[in-house]
């Protein structure tokens, strides 16, 4: 830290210099004409005498990444968001001051630099500087002599300095934005409309989590931050819109992990006269299509394995899952006691007071999900767990849906929507009892919600599809931290 701090101290003197001699610090009436990436797009394939002949002169701005001064002649390396071109500043082209300052600078400094290109020796494009600018001052040293960030805490703390010097990051979050520009494109061409419904909601449902509540001063309100927007998205199919889609923010005040954080991004879509099986069908092309754009072809590592994403993909149902890993027959599932004999058996602690359905998932969340590396749906979930999806016309004890697991994750969960006003009353009641018992993840009963059924909402499907892990997959990153920009951490 004492090297750091002294760094600092020079590098402050540089700046009150520039200050005592008159000259701006922090000028702001640089513009730069062109990028690294437009000089090389352009001009990469010109031999010298070709650049020799060009009249343009060229402005360039962003941060030094090298600089090497030698007696009357410095060369350095100027980042911006495209790339690096390198500068050769002569003493002779400058003048002494300036070339002076030009010595001055350090690796970290914003630059302007202005003038013509040519080759050097070794044949690189270069700008032979006319002019060179201290546009902003790094007082800070880049860590670790500039050769990369590696220490991950520090990284997810300082990301500013995590994007500065480590290029494969900056590279992961240049894909999740291109990730989602393709998801929005995907479902534009299919008809959906983009809308945007309430994170600030009086209740909080669409899903079992445990909400984030906050208070209204004016109206002397608490307000849940939403755990799902499905509620409000399926009033939009009541209202006549057949094809809706929400790209933005859910809060769920729960655990952090390498795939949890309490804020994260979800994609939600719904579509009338659909069922779950057309989710299914819609879900492997939108997967391949991102794949084929982002890693160029169905095939994508996955941290020791490859996963192919070609369809058609596995299904497995639950019970199926649980009874081929436990070693046990799926006629000993049928009930909570075989069910709980089987949690013994295999010495899970799991909490006494489940009942059979979330059981079942318990089981196959600890034996099952891990082992899912190729892309699987998921299937034959029990009604307890799946208040808000229809039931199954084979088996009424289970519901029309799917969750999606790729790489030992779930990415994605879809059913056939409930669109009966008295079923779903019936289970919105079990669920506020279940709240009133203690189940603080359990929903309370959302009157507006069964009005808007009661004026008939089309027979329809959803699906909702986490954008963070969706990126983990496509980047072949191990942690939701390494895809979110700000991740929250512990102080």
């Known amino acids: 830290m004492d090297e750091v701090n002294e760094q600092m101290a020079v590098r402050r003197q540089k700046l009150a210099k520039l200050d005592a001699q008159g000259l701006p610090v922090y000028p702001n009436d640089f513009r730069p004409s062109h990028t690294a990436q437009a000089i090389r797009d352009r001009h990469g394939d010109l031999a010298q005498p070709e650049l020799e002949a060009l009249s343009e002169e060229f402005a360039l701005a962003g941060r030094i990444r090298a600089h090497r001064p030698h007696g009357k002649a410095a060369f350095f390396e100027i980042e911006d968001a495209t790339g690096r071109l390198q500068i050769y500043a002569r003493k002779d082209g400058l003048g002494e001051d300036a070339y002076q300052r030009v010595r001055s600078l350090d690796v970290g400094d914003i630059a302007g630099v202005r003038g013509r290109l040519f080759r050097t020796r070794t044949n690189e494009l270069t700008i032979?500087?006319?002019?060179?600018?201290?546009?902003?001052?790094?007082?800070?040293?880049?860590?670790?002599?500039?050769?990369?960030?590696?220490?991950?805490?520090?990284?997810?703390?300082?990301?500013?300095?995590?994007l500065m010097v480590n290029p494969d990051v900056r590279e992961v979050f240049r894909n999740r934005s291109r990730i989602i520009g393709l998801v929005r494109r995907f479902l534009q061409e299919r008809g959906f409309l983009e809308v945007e419904t309430p994170m600030m909601q009086p209740l909080a449902g669409g899903a079992a989590a445990k909400p984030f509540v906050t208070h209204h001063n004016a109206l002397d309100l608490d307000l849940y931050l939403r755990v799902a927007p499905e509620l409000f998205l399926k009033r939009l199919l009541v209202g006549g819109f057949d094809r809706v889609f929400e790209l933005n923010r859910n809060f769920r005040n729960e655990g952090l992990s390498t795939r949890h954080n309490p804020e994260f991004t979800m994609l939600e879509f719904y579509q009338a006269y659909a069922d779950y099986e057309d989710m299914m069908r819609?879900?492997?092309?939108?997967?391949?299509?991102?794949?084929?754009?982002?890693?160029?072809?169905?095939?994508?590592?996955?941290?020791?394995?490859?996963?192919?994403?070609?369809?058609?993909?596995q299904r497995l149902s639950l019970t199926e899952g649980v009874a081929r890993h436990a070693g046990v027959e799926e006629s000993e599932l049928e009930t909570l006691p075989g069910l709980r004999a089987v949690a013994d058996k295999l010495e899970l602690k799991l909490d006494p007071k489940l009942d059979r359905g979330k059981l079942l998932v318990e089981l196959f969340e600890h034996l099952v999900e891990?082992?899912?590396?190729?892309?699987?749906?998921?299937?034959?979930?029990?009604?307890?767990?799946?208040?808000?999806?229809?039931?199954?016309?084979?088996?009424?004890?289970?519901?029309?849906?799917?969750?999606?697991?790729?790489?030992?994750?779930?990415?994605?969960?879809?059913?056939?929507?409930?669109?009966?006003?008295?079923?779903?009353?019936?289970?919105?009641?079990?669920?506020?009892?279940?709240?009133r018992a203690g189940d603080d993840t359990a929903s309370e009963v959302d009157?507006?919600?069964?009005?808007?059924?009661?004026?008939?909402?089309?027979?329809?499907?959803?699906?909702?599809?986490?954008?963070?892990?969706?990126?983990m997959l496509l980047t072949d990153s191990p942690s939701i931290r390494d895809v979110i920009l700000f991740p929250l951490l512990r102080s």
Not at 129 to 144: D, F, H, N, T, Y
Not at 293 to 309: K, M, T
Not at 397 to 406: K, P
Not at 449 to 462: C, D, K, S, T
């Open 447 to 471: 009157e507006d919600y069964v009005r808007a059924l009661e004026y008939a909402m089309p027979p329809a499907a959803g699906e909702g599809i986490g954008i963070d892990r969706l990126v």
């Open 282 to 313: 819609l879900t492997e092309e939108l997967f391949v299509r991102l794949a084929e754009e982002i890693c160029g072809g169905p095939r994508i590592p996955c941290g020791d394995n490859e996963v192919s994403l070609e369809p058609p993909w």
């Open 370 to 435: 891990p082992r899912l590396i190729q892309p699987t749906f998921v299937v034959g979930y029990p009604l307890e767990v799946s208040p808000l999806a229809r039931r199954s016309n084979g088996d009424p004890r289970f519901v029309d849906r799917f969750e999606l697991f790729i790489g030992g994750r779930e990415l994605a969960n879809a059913f056939s929507e409930l669109n009966d006003p008295d079923d779903q009353r019936r289970r919105f009641e079990e669920q506020a009892a279940a709240r």
């Open 128 to 162: 032979e500087a006319g002019e060179v600018r201290l546009l902003s001052k790094c007082i800070r040293p880049l860590p670790e002599k500039w050769h990369g960030l590696k220490d991950v805490e520090t990284r997810y703390r300082q990301r500013y300095v995590d």
